[in-house]
């Protein structure tokens, strides 16, 4: 990878300023031994993709598009907000990355989208963990039956991307393992101490202040059901976060307006 030389500038051009397409592509040809400032080099290329305010106004019509599809067509109760975020958040940071620390951009916008799954999966745990009603928590989500001869039964709520509403910024952090030859061999007779060499490792966050659009489609049931699915969901939002790290602070939200 290291010997592939491509122009920076015609890549982007041919990309369409497309982040992802940059930081899963031609970020992977920028790495050698002697490129020790990667991370700083990534954060200031993708910062240098303009925010274009007419592609989020297209975003956001496709969005209140699916929603009224989704009720007029289908029956759903729309349960539609925007949540600033008051912390970093991360998403993807399995995903294959020139930092060692992935981060997901949307192929198709070059955005932090969180994945519909994504929220499925925090909302779900974040009930579980609080104890709420189990009744509520299987008709919402479904409930799975490993029996062929019977059917299980499909959740009442669709949940839709996490999209960002306008300009997202990003920045680096950092994590350091201070005692890489305690962690690092298992059979090593190395005590945790003070006198190892840590090689901190820099990667890729949203910045606090990122407003995202949250849309929450549920089946047949308006009133006081969708009521407490919002209150529920905000809660996690707020106080319990989504996307990587959250036990650190990462993925926390205010809420800025809703529907």
């Known amino acids: 990878m290291s010997d592939l030389k491509i122009d920076r500038d015609y890549f982007l051009n041919k990309t369409g300023k497309n982040n992802s397409l940059y930081y899963n592509r031609f970020a992977f040809a920028q790495m050698s ?40 067509r289908n029956g759903y109760s729309v349960i539609d907000f925007n949540a600033k975020s008051k912390s970093r958040f991360l998403l993807g940071i399995g995903s294959p990355s020139p930092t060692e620390v992935g981060f997901h951009f949307s192929r198709n916008y070059g955005l932090p989208v969180i994945p519909g799954t994504s929220l499925k999966g925090a909302f779900q745990h974040f009930l579980a963990d609080e104890e709420y009603e189990i009744a509520a928590r299987n008709k919402w989500f479904g409930v799975g039956t490993d029996d062929d001869d019977m059917d299980g039964e499909r959740g009442s709520i669709v949940f839709l991307d996490g999209l960002p509403v306008g300009h997202v910024g990003y920045e680096l952090d950092i994590v350091n393992n201070h005692f890489p030859d305690y962690y690092g061999n298992i059979n090593s007779d190395s005590p945790p101490n003070d006198w190892y060499k840590p090689i901190p490792v820099r990667y890729i966050a949203v910045s ?24 529920q969901f905000k809660t996690m939002l707020e106080h319990w976060g989504v996307g990587a790290k959250t036990a650190y602070g990462y993925g926390r939200f205010r809420f800025v307006d809703d529907n």
């Open 208 to 231: 606090p202040g990122a407003t995202i659009r949250f849309t929450l489609l549920l089946k047949g049931e308006p009133g006081k059901a969708k009521e407490e699915v919002k209150k």
């Open 33 to 72: 031994d002697d490129n020790k400032d990667l991370a700083n080099t990534l954060l200031r290329e993708i910062n240098r993709v303009p925010n274009e305010v007419s592609f989020y106004d297209r975003l956001m019509k496709r969005r209140d598009l699916a929603a009224k599809q989704f009720k007029e």
